[in-house]
């Protein structure tokens, strides 16, 4: 296969995905705006595989620029990563969300379109199951949204599945990922979220390191075990060499959606506990209220995964914590260290 184009390719997914795809020997033109990214992710991704990574510095929203960098590069696929993604600044700034997301993927489909080019993966995310009404979370599980980020992920799935119906040469791959955690184990790549952290996991990091003083765990009256919220954290290089295989599958005209997590909940005590052991460093918490529209539990069932692309998230929790906390006290301020 020729060239790859990864929009959104020096985010957090977008790199380590890249870092799995030179590995297996594919070329991949990273097209990002850099809007919450670093462009030094890019030098550490070459400096672990050796290799080159073409960039394009370029925004999703303009048709012209992704159709330039597509006939440029002459990519045969397209990895669509670009997105706002943090579900509390979605309902302050809907708009913007529905702007990026909704219509950077509609330009990023008409530039497809326009250099006859329909192999796509697309980002997608357990958010697109809302509250869930069982568990584990199958494929087939009714999908609705409970916010504007999520709304937008929905959007976007109805419009591939519309595309496809109309179009159905086109191969396209809906990815929904649970809750990516970890680093490469080189320590070179991480997440580095820009200011306070939404998510757990860097935010638990951000305490390890000195940067935060205490964790607010929000809600311990939840139905679960411990009282706090359960989650389906899978390894980022889990998550990326899913990309890889689904890629491959690809290999015919579909559009297959696959739910990629591990299949195993953990609780945000068990986390904050299995980090403190990974890092040795005592992690300080405090109880706070819930947070508006967290579930109690979320957790996949990727037997879909495992049955059409024979894939399977390897990497244990204690990985998952032992690669966090390399990549963050090997770069204390992330990219900007
Ligand atoms: P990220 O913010 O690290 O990466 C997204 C990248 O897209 C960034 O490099 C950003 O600069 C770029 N970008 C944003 N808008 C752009 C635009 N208009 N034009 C060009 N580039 C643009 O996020 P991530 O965690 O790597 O997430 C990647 C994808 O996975 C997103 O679509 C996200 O919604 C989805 N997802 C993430 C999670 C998660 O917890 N991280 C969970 C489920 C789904
Ligand atoms: C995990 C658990 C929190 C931070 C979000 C998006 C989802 C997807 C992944 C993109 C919950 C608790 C967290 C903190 C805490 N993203 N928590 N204190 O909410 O499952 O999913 O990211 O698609 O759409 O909603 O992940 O990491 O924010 O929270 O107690 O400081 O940790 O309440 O139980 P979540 P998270």
């Excluded at 550490?44 to 597509?70: F, M, N, Y």
């Excluded at 509250?131 to 409970?146: F, I």
């Excluded at 496809?164 to 809906?174: C, S």
């Excluded at 638990?204 to 989650?231: K, M, S």
Aim: proline share 5%; glycine share 8%.
């Amino acid at each position: 296969m020729g060239p790859i184009l990864l929009t959104g390719g020096a985010g957090y997914i977008g790199s380590h995905t890249g870092v799995e795809l030179l590995n297996a020997g594919h070329d991949i033109v990273v097209f990002d705006n850099f809007s919450n990214s670093h462009p030094e992710v890019l030098d550490r991704v070459e400096q672990i595989t050796g290799k080159s990574v073409h960039l394009v510095r370029g925004d999703i929203r303009h048709q012209a620029e992704l159709e330039a960098a597509i006939t440029t590069y002459n990519c045969q696929a397209v990895i669509h990563f670009a997105c706002l993604k943090a579900v509390g600044e979605s309902m302050e700034r809907p708009l913007e969300y529905y702007e990026n997301n909704v219509l950077g993927t509609l330009q990023v489909l008409q530039a497809m379109r326009a250099t006859g080019v329909n192999t796509l993966l697309f980002s997608s995310s357990a958010t697109v199951y809302g509250v869930p009404q069982y568990l584990p979370l199958k494929e087939t599980h009714p999908l609705s949204a409970t916010n504007p980020y999520a709304r937008s992920k929905l959007i976007i799935e109805d419009i591939l599945r519309d595309l496809h119906r109309a179009n159905p040469e086109w191969r396209i791959g809906i990815l929904r990922y649970f809750n990516p955690v970890g680093a490469h184990e080189s320590g070179l790549i991480g997440e580095d979220p820009l200011g306070v952290p939404n998510n757990l996991m860097p935010f638990i990091a951000q305490v390890a390191v000195g940067r935060r003083n205490t964790l607010q765990i929000w809600g311990r009256d939840y139905p679960t075990p411990d009282g706090t919220g359960i989650r389906d954290y899978l390894h980022v290089v889990d998550l990326a060499i899913g990309h890889l295989r689904a890629l491959q599958h690809l290999d015919t005209p579909q559009c297959l959606s696959l739910n990629l997590g591990t299949g195993t909940g953990y609780s945000v005590l068990e986390i904050v506990h299995a980090f403190e052991k990974s890092s040795g460093k005592t992690i300080p918490y405090e109880f706070a209220p819930r947070r508006t529209g967290d579930v109690a539990s979320c957790y996949a069932d990727p037997s879909l995964a495992l049955a059409v692309l024979g894939w399977k998230a390897e990497r244990t929790l204690e990985r998952m914590c032992e690669d966090t906390w390399r990549w963050q006290h090997h770069n204390i301020h992330g990219y900007r260290s």
